[in-house]
């Protein structure tokens, strides 16, 4: 038995319908088989009374035969096509008219719709227009109304120029004046909020760094405990000594190492000032040279000075070519001072010039006595000395 999927394929290839009847099975309309019908026209072309079977109808369609025969025979003559009945025809043209009609009458609908639709396009096109013109007219005398409120004009007088009542000039002043408080309202909210989240962010950024301080600090008091130095853990953390050292201070903890905590004090030596003769215990490293002089402090060390009196007796040794070290060991005195007894005596006598002091210092170099400027305030002059002699 052959599909009827297969019938109504073949059917459709070669533009035709293969169909059934709906009538009650047996009557002349409907004998229970297949009925062609061409699909551009819906004419019948054969099986009026619905009495193709599969095999015509695939036969009629051009198809070859689905089960060949066991014996051969000759080809049968083909049946003469049936001519379609007038009531079929009548009703595939009134079927064809329905459906003509149908289609004028949805293209005729949906030319209405179109020319509605462009209608209201057009409408809401102008509305949107005349709404835009409407705000830039009230923008303009708006803007009108501040300028004149600006200029004195009172509320009689530009209710009169603008053609309006005075209660709606003052419903604009009014609506103006709260449209203004709300901008400053929303820039005063923006600036609140910016604050705020930088004083977020600035409290945040304390919070990381005082817990990173609270870090260092644990990790330095656990350094020294371990027994680092101050320099070590200085430079583990790229801080300076005396920030560990106040850390420490901080915490309670010991300012040195655990080590120099247990290493036995350095021993100390009773040493005489030699200006006052206070005895002061100091330890051994603290003396440069065994027979170097020691003092209790500047105050003593100047006091014990020797100061150069004789200036003659040093012009005299010096022209006779003495250094002046030399001339500082003869006096008990230091060099610079022997220089700075010179230097004071040719400024109190007028000779500090260059022509008597390069003899006396041998160097043409001005950085040679520069510093006995600075430190007598005696500046060298220019000019000639007053007497050729100075060591008369």
């Given at each position: 038995m052959?599909?009827?999927?297969?019938?109504r394929s073949?059917a459709?290839r070669n533009g035709m319908?293969?169909v059934?009847?709906?009538?009650r099975?047996?009557?002349?309309?409907?004998l229970?088989a297949?009925q062609?019908?061409d699909?551009r026209?819906w004419?019948?072309i054969?099986?009026?009374?619905y009495?193709?079977l599969?095999?015509d109808?695939?036969?009629l369609?051009?198809?070859?035969?689905?089960?060949p025969?066991s014996?051969p025979k000759p080809?049968a003559?083909p049946k003469p096509?049936a001519m379609?009945?007038?009531?079929?025809a009548?009703q595939?043209?009134?079927?064809?008219?329905r459906?003509?009609?149908a289609?004028?009458?949805?293209?005729?609908?949906?030319a209405?719709?179109q020319?509605?639709?462009?209608?209201?396009?057009?409408r809401?096109?102008?509305r949107?227009?005349r709404?835009?013109e409407?705000?830039e007219e009230?923008?303009?005398?708006?803007a009108?109304i501040?300028?004149?409120?600006?200029?004195?004009?009172s509320?009689r007088?530009?209710a009169?120029?603008?053609?309006?009542t005075r209660?709606?000039?003052?419903?604009?002043?009014?609506?103006?004046a709260?449209?203004?408080?709300?901008e400053?309202?929303?820039?005063?909210?923006?600036?609140?909020?910016?604050r705020?989240?930088?004083?977020?962010?600035?409290?945040?950024?304390?919070?990381e760094a005082?817990?990173?301080?609270s870090r260092r600090d644990?990790?330095i008091?656990?350094a020294?405990?371990r027994?680092l130095?101050?320099r070590e853990?200085a430079t583990?953390?790229g801080?300076?000594?005396e920030?560990v050292?106040?850390i420490l201070?901080?915490?309670?903890?010991?300012?040195i190492p655990?080590?120099?905590?247990l290493?036995p004090p350095?021993a100390r030596t009773a040493?005489?000032?030699a200006?006052?003769?206070k005895v002061n215990?100091?330890?051994a490293?603290?003396f440069r040279?065994?027979y170097?002089r020691?003092?209790?402090?500047r105050?003593c060390q100047?006091?014990t000075?020797?100061?150069?009196?004789d200036?003659?007796?040093v012009?005299?040794l010096?022209?006779?070519?003495?250094?002046?070290?030399?001339?500082g060991?003869?006096?008990?005195?230091?060099?610079?001072?022997?220089?700075?007894a010179?230097?004071?005596?040719?400024?109190e006598?007028?000779q500090?010039?260059?022509?008597v002091?390069e003899p006396?210092?041998?160097?043409?170099?001005?950085?040679?006595?520069?510093?006995?400027e600075?430190?007598?305030?005696q500046?060298?002059?220019?000019?000639?000395?007053?007497s050729?002699n100075?060591?008369?």
């Amino acid at each position: 038995m052959v599909p009827e999927a297969k019938v109504r394929s073949a059917a459709r290839r070669n533009g035709m319908l293969a169909v059934k009847s709906t009538d009650r099975l047996g009557t002349p309309d409907n004998l229970g088989a297949f009925q062609l019908i061409d699909a551009r026209t819906w004419q019948v072309i054969a099986g009026p009374s619905y009495n193709l079977l599969a095999e015509d109808v695939i036969h009629l369609c051009g198809g070859p035969a689905l089960a060949p025969r066991s014996d051969p025979k000759p080809p049968a003559k083909p049946k003469p096509v049936a001519m379609p009945s007038p009531r079929l025809a009548r009703q595939a043209e009134q079927r064809a008219a329905r459906l003509a009609v149908a289609e004028a009458r949805a293209s005729e609908r949906r030319a209405r719709q179109q020319a509605v639709a462009e209608k209201r396009a057009d409408r809401l096109r102008a509305r949107q227009a005349r709404r835009q013109e409407a705000a830039e007219e009230r923008s303009r005398r708006d803007a009108t109304i501040v300028a004149a409120t600006r200029r004195g004009l009172s509320t009689r007088e530009i209710a009169t120029g603008l053609g309006i009542t005075r209660e709606r000039v003052r419903q604009i002043r009014l609506a103006m004046a709260e449209a203004r408080a709300s901008e400053r309202r929303a820039r005063q909210q923006a600036v609140a909020e910016k604050r705020a989240d930088s004083l977020r962010a600035r409290q945040a950024r304390r919070q990381e760094a005082a817990e990173e301080r609270s870090r260092r600090d644990a990790t330095i008091v656990a350094a020294t405990r371990r027994g680092l130095s101050s320099r070590e853990i200085a430079t583990g953390l790229g801080i300076t000594r005396e920030r560990v050292r106040q850390i420490l201070a901080r915490e309670g903890e010991p300012t040195i190492p655990r080590a120099q905590i247990l290493r036995p004090p350095a021993a100390r030596t009773a040493v005489t000032c030699a200006a006052c003769g206070k005895v002061n215990w100091r330890a051994a490293r603290d003396f440069r040279t065994e027979y170097a002089r020691h003092y209790c402090g500047r105050q003593c060390q100047g006091a014990t000075q020797r100061r150069v009196t004789d200036v003659q007796a040093v012009l005299a040794l010096r022209a006779e070519g003495a250094s002046w070290a030399a001339i500082g060991r003869q006096f008990r005195a230091s060099a610079q001072a022997a220089q700075r007894a010179v230097w004071r005596h040719l400024a109190e006598s007028g000779q500090l010039t260059a022509v008597v002091v390069e003899p006396l210092w041998r160097t043409r170099q001005p950085p040679g006595w520069h510093w006995l400027e600075h430190s007598t305030g005696q500046a060298l002059r220019v000019d000639k000395p007053s007497s050729p002699n100075l060591f008369c």
